[in-house]
């Protein structure tokens, strides 16, 4: 029967399984630059994603209005048909649908890092990658104009703290600055630079077939002699089971997705697959980096907000390392002073009295008076968790090392926000937020097949025809936010795959 969704296609040179920022990278380069490599032809490429794809053209800071009818105001638009129960995105373009839009690219620390992980991902084999991110996502720093009052009085508190404050980074194109996109909000007006306003168009205009709502549920791998292959995959899709064979099978869907997607196919370890085992890394799942955050909120007798607009979404920072080579590296950022104030989020704060007149009063009040920081701890030190395959969630337990660094971001917290005349501050204290947001590491690359699971060129050790490119491969959680470091490996891993796998002679 000729299968609807790609046109009877039932053969790809490549299937990319996952459309958030590695499967856009990896597709969008494959079809603009790779070739088949026997007849020298365009490359037949899929890529497939579980959850909807809202289509519309790209126009950054006026969005698509077909596609803006279908975003709400609730916070980050978590519905579970595009969620998956483990907090990231099900939908094409993945988690950068409703990223905070913060954007640095590699650190030299991270670089390093990576080589210390066993790869050979130096800055300077990663400098192309890094350019071409650096423009793709237009990263830049918010002028101070659009900056709200609170972010500008973090920014000279710290300094006369003697801190070295830096100026946030985003990747957004002609922002309106309405306020309603920080951490967790999609924007109505595609000024968020994710995989589906960056590279997914260009792998569509490259010819890429995107089919959507369609779940793989496993690699199909074979024993060829003594090795085995990756010969294609199978996907489910409105109740419909299809299997599509491909040249090479390249596996984005992420930090939880692609180690589940492995386990599903039978690829990990004994311990978790028991008979179901057929080929063996007990690296799979494993490694699990993480950040660790608190959230430091303060209460101000004025207004450190304008009511009438949003601002910028992202001011200032600085980093505190605890050791060098960024050890203990803390970024505490001026998250609470920017942005929209909901009216749920004040009412349900620990500011807010109870009852009565003294709880109108200060819902009149505190929408313009709230502020507070961000404090993310990129390397938890000596400490990494897992993907629970069975029950597909994350492990991960934190250790007094990381409370203790924690509070000390409380702490620095609290000088900077004393400093900038804050009346009531509250969360230095607490228990640190593991999230899965920024996880990376659960498929790790590297040069030892008993450590890791794909080598530097993100080929599997295991698997023949089998690569993966996502944030589950990155060796070491970076020291900035997720999307730089990832798009950067991820083109990487692009240019690699082309010159390795689909080049003429
Ligand atoms: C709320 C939130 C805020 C964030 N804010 C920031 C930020 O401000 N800055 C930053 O740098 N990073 C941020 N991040 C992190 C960033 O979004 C991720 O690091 C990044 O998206 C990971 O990219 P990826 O390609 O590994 O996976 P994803 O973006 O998760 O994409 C994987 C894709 O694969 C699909 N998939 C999974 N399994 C299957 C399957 N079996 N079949 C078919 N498809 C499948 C998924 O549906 C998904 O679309 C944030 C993340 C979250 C959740």
Avoid at 116 to 132: F, L, N, P, Y
Avoid at 346 to 354: E, G, I, K, R
Avoid at 423 to 442: C, E, F, L
Wanted: glycine fraction near 12%.
């Amino acid at each position: 029967m000729r299968n609807q969704e790609t046109g009877g296609n039932t053969f790809y040179d490549a299937i990319v399984v996952g459309s958030g920022v590695g499967g856009s990278i990896v597709a969008a380069h494959l079809a603009e630059r790779g070739v088949n490599p026997q007849n020298g032809e365009r490359l037949r490429i899929a890529m497939i994603e579980a959850g909807p794809y809202w289509k519309g053209e790209v126009r950054p800071g006026y969005g698509a209005p077909e596609r803006r009818r279908l975003i709400t105001n609730c916070f980050s638009d978590d519905a579970a048909d595009r969620m998956w129960p483990w907090g990231m995105v099900k939908m094409v373009g993945g988690s950068t649908m409703h990223y905070g839009a913060s954007v640095y690219l590699p650190y030299p620390e991270d670089y390093e890092d990576w080589i210390a992980e066993g790869t050979d991902w130096s800055e300077i084999a990663c400098r192309s990658a890094a350019e071409e991110v650096r423009q793709m996502y237009n990263i830049h720093a918010e002028p101070d104009a659009v900056l709200s009052r609170g972010s500008l009085m973090f920014r000279d508190a710290a300094r006369a703290l003697g801190r070295d404050v830096q100026k946030a980074l985003v990747g957004r194109r002609n922002c309106l600055y309405c306020g309603f996109c920080e951490g967790g909000y999609f924007c109505r007006y595609d000024s968020k630079m994710n995989a589906m306003t960056t590279y997914i168009p260009r792998a569509e205009r490259g010819g890429v077939e995107i089919i959507s709502d369609a779940e793989v549920e496993r690699v199909v791998i074979e024993k060829k002699g003594a090795s085995f292959a990756a010969t294609g995959v199978v996907y489910r899709r409105g109740g419909r089971a299809t299997e599509l064979r491909a040249g090479k099978v390249i596996v984005s869907a992420g930090v939880i997705g692609t180690p589940l997607l492995l386990y599903r196919s039978g690829y990990g370890s004994r311990e978790d697959l028991g008979d179901r085992l057929l080929v063996e890394n007990k690296n799979i799942g494993r490694h699990l980096d993480i950040h660790a955050a608190i959230v430091v909120m303060a209460m101000f007798d004025r207004p450190i907000k304008d009511a009438a607009r949003g601002a910028a979404p992202a001011g200032h920072f600085f980093l505190d390392d605890a050791g060098p080579g960024g050890r203990g590296r803390m970024r505490i950022k001026d998250s609470g002073m920017l942005g929209v104030e909901e009216p749920w989020g004040l009412a349900f704060s620990p500011f807010a009295p109870d009852f009565g007149r003294e709880h109108k009063r200060f819902m009149k009040q505190a929408a313009t008076r709230r502020g507070g920081t961000l404090v993310v701890l990129k390397k938890p030190e000596g400490y990494r968790g897992s993907v629970n395959l069975k029950a597909a969630e994350m492990e991960y337990e934190g250790n007094d090392a990381i409370v203790k660094r924690m509070r000390e971001g409380g702490e620095i917290s609290r000088e900077v926000l004393l400093k900038m005349g804050a009346k009531n501050i509250i969360g230095t204290d607490m228990p640190p937020i593991y999230h899965i947001a920024h996880g990376v590491s659960t498929c790790r690359a590297g040069s030892d097949p008993k450590t890791s699971v794909v080598n530097a060129n993100f080929e599997s050790h295991d698997v023949d025809n089998l690569l993966i490119c996502d944030a589950s491969v990155q060796p070491r959680s970076a020291s900035g936010d997720a999307v730089g470091p990832l798009a950067t490996i991820s083109v990487l891993a692009a240019q690699r795959i082309v010159a390795n796998h689909f080049k003429r002679g």
